[in-house]
Structure formats: C-alpha cells, structure tokens
C-alpha cells in the first residue's frame, strides 16, 4: 500500500496546518496513583500489582496526594489556573489492558486549565495556548504475540502486564496551534523539547520518551490558505522522540494535502507513526465518536487544593527553562549552537552541576559531550544513568589541571569510571595512567629522539619551528602518552636552541 | 446444648465468658442447625465448616491463655456473599464470579476476624444485590423461615434469613435502596443501614458506590448494635470513609429511652399502596412511643415521592460502569476463549452467559442513562433530586431527632409474584431508599404481624449523618416495650420450622 503525499512545499502553498498536541506524562511518584504499588520501570511483568490496581471486585482508589502536588506544580510551570474545586471522573470503554474497563480520570474540570508557554524555532518566539492539564491513571501494556508486526493485527494472542496500570498520568492538552506553516513541525517539536525539559527542572517525571514515560499524541489538520474553518484533524499516536514528532507532523501535512488536492476528505481517526519507514498509517475510525460515559468518580472525594497549598507550590517552582538556558548561555560563554548540543545531550544539569564544583565550562562540555556521550550512546543509556557524576569528571579534570594527567589520559580515566573501576584516583593508581614527570627520563627520550632524527633537528635549526612537533611526538610515543606535552616541548626546545 | 441456637450474640458472649459454652461448641450448634435446616432455607450459598472451627477454636485458645476478647469473640456470624473474605468463594450471587476466591478481605471482613467473630459462610443475594427477594440470586431463591413459600426479602434475604432461621445470631448484609432493612423487616429481624462511609465499602463488590453501605443484622438490637460497632470506623482504604469516631450505638441500644426524643412522622410514607396490616402495626408503634414519652409530629418531605425514579437512574448508571471489569480477562467466568475469538467476542458472551436478566437491564438503563445527549436529562436531573431529598432531611431534623415510617409498603410475598413486573418490585424500598440517597443512618426493627397474612411488619427509624445511635436508641426502645406486651422479641412469635431431612 503507498499512500500518495504532496512535496511539503506545495501543501503548504495551498493549506495552513492546524497542530493540536496532547502530552502524556508518567509521573516520577515511588507509587501508582490510586494503590501503594512501585512504579518502577522494568521490572517482570505482574509483579507491581495488588488488588486495586488489577481492578479486583470490592477493591477502591485512594489518591495519592504526591500526584496531584506534582500536577499542580506542572500547571503552575504552563501559567495555569489551579481549580478550587474539581473532581476526578470515570472514563467508560471496555479494552484487554484497562483492568476496571473504565479509566479514572478528569472530564470537564481538569486540575489546572487556561495556560501558556512560550518555544523559540529559529530564533523567534511562539506562543502556545494551554487549554488543560489533567490528572488519570495509565492502563495496562498488551503484548500481541505471534504476528510478524507485534500489533494486534495477525497476533496469535495477547499478554497483559499490569504493572504499568494505575501509574499517575498527566495529560497537557494544547489549544489549537496555528504558526505559519513552514514553521509548525519546528514548533511541534520545540514545544515537547521544552515540555521535557520543563518536566525535568520540574523534578516531576523521568521524561523518557524512548520508555513511554511522555509520549505525544499529534492532532493535525489543514485548512485552505487564509480561511477560518478548520478541516478534519487525525490524531496520530506512538510518537517516541522529538525528531519524530517534527517528521509526524510533517507527513501528515503532506499526506492530507495530497488527499485534499485529489478532491478527497481527510477522514478522522487515530493514526500510527512508523519510525523506521516514516509514514503514519490509519488505526481506529473515529468516525462515530465513541461515548465515554463520563460521570463523576464516586469513590473518590471532590478535590479541593487550598490557596495556601497552591502558593506555596509556586514557591518551588524552578527557574523556567528558557530564561534558565539563556543564563547559563551567557554564563559560559557558548555559542547558540554549541548551547542546542549540550541541551539535545540533555546534559544542561550536569553541566551547571560539575562547573559548580570548579571545572571550566569548556572542560565539563568536553567531556560530558565527548567522552561520555559516547560511552552513553554505545551503552544504549542515558547519559544520567552512566553511573558517572559531576564530581568525579570535576575530579578527572583536577588531575588534568594539576598536570597529573593529559586529555589523552583522562580519556582512559573515563574508561575506567564507565566500567566501574573505582574513584579517578583508584583507576589512575590501578591501570598506571599518571603522567611522567621524572625530568631524567624525559630528558633522556628527548636526547634519543634528537639522536634518531637528525633531518629534523635541521629542520628545526634552519628556522622551522614546527617540524619540531615530529620531535615531540616521538617522546610522547616513547613515555606511551604518558607525559606532558608542554613539558616535552620545552625541553626540546631548550635542547636545540643550547 | 441443642439451644445455643436460639441465644443473642449478648449471651452467648456471656456464656463463653463465664466458661459455660465454648466457642466450638456453640458454632458446631450453628454448623447443626445450618446442615438441619439450609436445604429449606437455603440461606447459605457456601458454609466453611473447617474454617469457622478453626476460627472457634483460635478463641477458644486465646481465651484459655487469658487474652483480653472483645464482646464478639468466638460468636458465629454469617456473611453477604458480596464481601470479600481471603480464600473463601465470593460470587455476589452472580454465576460469572463462579469459582473465584479472593486474594484479600474486606476490611469489614477484617475487623470481623480481628474482633475474633466465627464467619460461617457466605449468604445468598440477589445477584450483585440487585432486587428485592433474593430470587435474582443465580443459585436459586432463599426462602423466608416464617413462611417457606414466602421471599425473604432482598437483597440481603440470605442474610436476614439466616438470623431469623437460628442459623447464625448475626449477618453481615449490604444496604444500597433498603438491601439489610428490608429483608430484616420481613423476616422480624433487626437490620440496620449505617451512615453512608461509617462502615467501609472497601472489599464489597459495588453495585452503586455512592449508595453502598455494609451493616448488621441481628434478632435483637443490642446485638445488631454490638455488631455494629464491631465494624464501623474510619477505613484509610475508602476515601468515602467519614473519619470521625463511631457513634455510641451499643450505649445507645442500651440505653433504650425515647423520652424526650422528638419523632417526625413522614407524612408522604403511607396510605395507597400500604397494606392495612401494615399501617396498623406501625400507627401502633408510634403510640407506643408516645407513651413512652417520646414527642411525636407528622414531618412533610415532598421530594420523597422522586426517590424512586432518581434511584433507579443513579443505581444502574453507576452499577454499569462498576460491572464493566467483570469481562473474563483476570478472574471468574470465561466464555468462548476457543482461541479463535477475540479478546472483545471472548468478553460479550462472557458476560452474556454471566449476567442474570435484572443485571443486564439495569446495565442497559445505566449505559442509557449515562450517554451523551441523555446524561443531563438522566443521570444530572437525578443528582439534583438526590440533593432535594437531602434538603427534605435537613430542614425535617431542624424539628426533629429522628424520621418514623413503615420499613416497606406491604408484608414479604409469595416467591414467583412480583417477578415479572420489576416496578411492584422495586416499590419494595419505597421508604428505604431516601436514606440512602441522602447517605443518613437509617434502621428496620419488628413491629408485629400484619393481620391479614400473619407475617412480620418493619418499624423503620432514620437519624441524621452519624447520628447512628439514635437509630438504635429508638429501636431499642420500641424493642424492649414490645417484649413487654409479647413476653419477648417478635421471632419467638414464629412457628418452628418443619424440616425434613
């Protein structure tokens, strides 16, 4: 099956994209929302679960206040109004993976509502309405076995592990999004960057698209150029990263053009984004809305924050991560782009934290950046779990600054430190790594050295003073890396001009 | 000691006490009585002989190394089928729990086994405590010990009838739309609706979360009472749960006075529809209040008149969605998982298979009510009657400690009669429901027998929110006035059941 698309540039000749975006959060709480059950992530399946959270007969929710403390905090960060009075709701369809075949969570008065935030795409600033965001409780995960697609379709059977059922979700719903249309992917993409990035000061969730802890669902739709009406939206789903998120939006502006333009209507549903191919494909028909039964929870109480409760969360809000990255710009002196690397690394905090403990700015991107960037990325992990703190690449770097060690060197440290050999000091000791600083060995490499290249030291004498890199390269190869380079340098230097 | 059956749980507690009885003995009398006359009754849908001794003789042992007991321990009790109890078959009457034993008990179930009470067994009910006879039941009708071809009320009538058939001194039952009054008034027991989140609904299997209500049933108050305070309480695992202290139920049943009490006749509670033997009776009752020094008005509560239809929307609009987790995915009933169906056919004939006919029509009036496009007009017109009924209640106990009625419109009736016209069943709880409907404390007690069948008429007493003890001050007393006149509590009125093993 090919689906015909238009070349973006063409759609948006002719319609403006309408974007509509509903941010999943999982929160970070050590229990489930409504049970005292653990959240943690990974662990085999049906094992994170008790009768409340299976939907057993006779069982009832009980609120975690930790969640809601967190929610509203999320809704004080997008300038939300917090309600003095709402309630939780049940959400009514039958589904394998949902264990009571009703979701608990908030219909017409959301915890916090009528907000907004501000994304930069290109170095200008857009302005997202926040219609709500709600508290509700994850379902189960369905596991289709037996089919070449892992999707329902063609599975033998099904598995269900509940251990994701019942962990607090925050839903953030967006106001309909209209930028110009070149810009609405960028801007996609930007607002779920900010809203992890936000989500982490916040201290709320683990923001891991990649394990589902925010996942975005994209509503797009197009309108003729210039009208006032909107068209037919699709949602579409699995949406994993941020890079997906911007190439989603984008098929689909050019995937409906291309339906519009052959005279065809857009038809409303759920779609499916494919990584690896790159299209969205249609999933449920939304076409007759299905009826959610909603009505208010009755085995919960009305919840009603009190004013002081509210203020004082405010209080702990951080400083918001746009003004927080333009500080912090400035204070080391990084360009824009070096600035995006460090905040796509998702290292902004490391960094702040190991320049607190007295590393240059310089150093602690270096080494966060390089070094252990890539050891996260061939590990599969993410650069927080490396087991790697800010302390001990402060102290590699001491050593470095110290003249314990070269670059070279330090590289081998990190190595070690990745691979849980111990402190710096430890791995240093253990695998011989400190730099030579016995002058009598060094003066005898360089005497050596000048020994065996004598065209060099001609080189040198006759006026080029950067042949005598070779010179000092053959010492750092004889002392194994092992010495410094300014120290070798010198000494040659001193050697040839006496 | 073949009479222990015919004891209170009071005296029976006495007799352990003073070493005259044991707790083995007296439930082995009771597991006798249940084995003589059940096939009759049949009151019970499942009896744990070995573990009800087990639980006997515990106490028996912790009493024999001196511990300190509460008033309950080692007194045999039976209970709803609808509460959870750890290991023990819980089916809510209904064929698609078949089979399944629970990982956990209810708290009721816990406070039970921590005051050291005997769980005899589950008791039958109407399937998910819906109806008012028990002949929903999916295993078969439970028979009223006054009259074996009379329903024992519903849907609590296993319950009721248990107690009124020597069975058990105590039950558990659930009260929803009058689910323990009504079955205690038709069987001449004591059946008492707490206050709505005095008792814990965690561990009930819900029919409607905001109307549910466990409660004791009993022959005589103060057992009902002592019952009572053995489960009430706040519970950290219902967030409905009212925390604030019991009321002092058994002080009142004690206590047993009504001087001074100011009693409001509810005036739209009687006339059409009410049998004469039954407005005799409870006229009767109130005169004797009177006398006894109580002062009696009529109270008007125009809205009552709504509490019916506003039940019947509000109960099955929450009844369809709390049902909505019995699909066959992680226990009960399984139906046509060949491999071949799917997972949502697996589910629908599940249920179809599972369900009884009033389940599947009050899910279909719930699944209605609740749409969108009907909800305001439904579900939202229901909520604001709800209200109106509570402000009924408010402005009638701004005159008034306690509201006064029949506990039902007419005596129990031939098991078959109403089961084909579900409204003459459902008028059943035509007094009981308001009370729930405004979450109040509200409670059965006998009043004597209607002339014209000869079977039990209830006295019902309603008290404000977590005014439970006055509920069972007036009921005691109206108890202790009537033994007077009859030489003892209405069961002893009842003719010997004739059963033939």
């Known amino acids: 099956m090919t689906t015909e698309v238009l070349d973006l540039e063409s759609a948006l000749e002719r319609y403006d994209p309408v974007l509509g975006l509903e941010v999943h959060v999982e929160l970070n709480t050590a229990s489930k929302m409504f049970c005292g059950c653990p959240t943690a992530f990974g662990a085999d399946p049906n094992t994170q679960v008790c009768p409340v959270c299976l939907g057993l007969p006779g069982s009832l929710p009980v609120l975690n206040a930790r969640a809601v403390e967190s929610a509203i905090r999320i809704g004080l960060a997008l300038n939300c109004e917090i309600a003095e009075w709402c309630r939780f709701a049940r959400k009514n369809y039958f589904y394998p993976d949902m264990p009571k075949n009703y979701q608990i969570s908030q219909y017409d008065e959301p915890i916090a509502f009528n907000g907004w935030t501000e994304v930069a795409v290109d170095g200008k600033s857009y302005r997202i309405e926040i219609e709500r965001a709600h508290m509700e409780e994850d379902t189960g995960k369905s596991l289709h076995v037996g089919g070449a697609t892992g999707r329902i379709h063609g599975a033998s059977h099904s598995l269900v592990d509940y251990n994701r059922a019942g962990i607090p979700l925050i839903e953030i719903v967006t106001k309909p999004i209209e930028v110009p249309g070149d810009k609405a992917a960028a801007v996609a993409k930007a607002y779920v960057g900010m809203l992890r990035d936000l989500l982490r000061a916040l201290g709320v969730s683990d923001v891991r698209m990649e394990q589902g802890s925010l996942r975005c669902d994209a509503n797009v739709s197009l309108k003729l150029r210039g009208a006032t009406e909107f068209g037919t939206r699709t949602e579409t789903k699995n949406v994993n990263s941020l890079r997906s998120v911007e190439r989603a939006v984008t098929y689909e502006i050019q995937r409906q053009g291309a339906v519009l333009d052959a005279g065809g209507r857009v038809t409303q549903e759920t779609r499916h984004w494919h990584e690896d191919t790159g299209i969205t494909t249609p999933g449920r028909s939304k076409e007759q809305a299905e009826d959610y039964r909603y009505f208010p929870e009755p085995d919960l109480l009305p919840l009603a924050p009190s004013r002081e409760w509210v203020d004082q969360l405010r209080g702990t809000l951080p400083e918001p991560p746009p003004a927080r990255r333009i500080r912090l710009q400035a204070e080391w002196g990084f360009t824009d782009l070096e600035m995006r690397d460090v905040v796509n690394a998702g290292a902004q905090d490391l960094l702040e934290q190991t320049v607190a403990l007295g590393t240059s700015a310089a150093a602690a991107k270096k080494w966060w950046l390089g070094e252990l960037a890539r050891a996260a990325n061939d590990s599969g992990s993410d650069l927080n779990d490396l087991g790697v703190g800010p302390e001990q690449v402060a102290a590699v770097q001491r050593l470095v600054d110290d003249g314990s060690l070269n670059d070279k060197l330090a590289r081998q440290v990190f190595d070690g430190l990745v691979k849980g050999e111990g402190t710096p000091a430890q791995i240093v000791e253990a695998r011989g790594l400190a730099l030579v600083s016995d002058d009598g060995a060094l003066r005898a490499a360089v005497d050596r050295a000048i020994e065996a290249n004598p065209e060099v030291v001609e080189k040198v004498r006759s006026g080029k003073a950067a042949a005598a890199g070779a010179l000092i390269g053959a010492v750092m190869k004889e002392m194994r890396g092992q010495a410094d380079a300014a120290k070798v340098r010198e000494l040659v230097e001193a050697k040839l001009s006496s | ?501």
């Open chain 2, 1 to 501: 000691m073949s009479d222990l059956t015919r004891k209170t749980a009071a005296e029976l507690s006495d007799l352990m006490t003073s070493g005259q009885a044991s707790s083995v003995e007296i439930t082995q009398a009771h597991l006798d009585r249940i084995a003589a006359v059940d096939d009759a009754v049949h009151a019970f849908l499942y009896v744990d002989t070995e573990g009800a001794l087990e639980q006997a003789r515990s106490v028996d042992e912790r009493r024999a190394a001196g511990e300190e007991l509460g008033p309950l321990a080692g007194v045999p009790l039976a209970l709803k089928d609808v509460l959870t109890q750890q290991d023990v078959p819980t089916t809510a009457g209904s064929r698609i729990l078949e089979g399944w034993r629970p990982p956990y008990d209810a708290t009721t179930v816990a406070r039970l086994k921590a005051a050291g009470v005997v769980i005899l067994g589950k008791t039958n009910m109407d399937e998910f405590a819906m109806g008012s006879s028990t002949e929903n039941s999916a295993y078969g009708p439970t028979h009223n010990p006054w009259d074996l071809d009379k329903i024992p009320g519903g849907s609590g009538g296993g319950s009721a009838a248990a107690v009124a058939a020597y069975e058990a001194p105590l039950a558990i039952g659930t009260d929803t739309g009058g689910s323990i009054r009504q079955p205690g008034a038709v069987t001449g027991t004591v059946g008492v609706k707490p206050t709505y989140g005095g008792t814990s609904r965690y561990g009930l299997i819900a029919l409607a979360s905001s109307l549910d209500t466990p409660g004791p049933c009993a022959r005589t108050t103060l057992d009902a009472a002592l019952l009572h305070e053995a489960i009430a309480g706040h519970d950290p695992m219902d967030s409905t749960s009212i925390d604030q202290a019991v009321p002092p139920v058994v002080a009142a049943a004690r206590r047993a006075s009504v001087e001074g009490t100011r009693i409001g006749v509810v005036k739209e509670m009687g006339g059409e529809g009410y049998q004469p033997g039954v407005e005799a009776r409870f006229h009767e009752a109130v005169e004797l209040l009177t006398k006894l020094g109580a002062e009696v008005t009529e109270v008007s509560c125009p809205h009552f008149q709504y509490g019916l239809p506003a039940y019947y929307l509000i109960l099955p609009s929450e009844a369809s969605s709390n049902l909505a987790k019995f699909d066959a995915m992680r226990f009960g009933l399984r139906v046509g998982d060949d491999g071949e169906l799917s997972a949502e056919e697996v589910m629908a004939r599940t249920r179809e298979a599972g369900f009884g006919a009033e389940v599947k029509r009050r899910i279909m009036l719930g699944t209605y009510a609740l749409s969108s496009g009907y909800y305001d007009a439904y579900y939202g017109q229901a909520q604001k009657v709800r209200t109106l009924i509570q402000r009924d209640f408010a402005r009638a106990y701004e005159q008034v400690d306690v509201l006064v009625s029949p506990s039902t419109p007419t005596t129990a009736f031939r098991i078959g009669e109403r089961v084909d016209d579900p409204i003459a069943m459902y008028m059943n709880d035509l007094c009981t429901i308001p009370s729930n409907l405004a979450g109040n404390a509200a409670g059965s007690f006998p009043a004597g027998l209607a002339d014209e069948d000869g079977l039990p008429v209830g006295f019902h007493v309603m008290a404000p929110v977590m005014r439970d003890d006055l509920v069972y001050q007036v009921g005691a007393a109206l108890e202790a006035a009537l033994a007077e006149q009859w030489g003892g509590v209405l069961m002893t009125k009842a003719a010997e059941l004739e059963v033939s093993r």
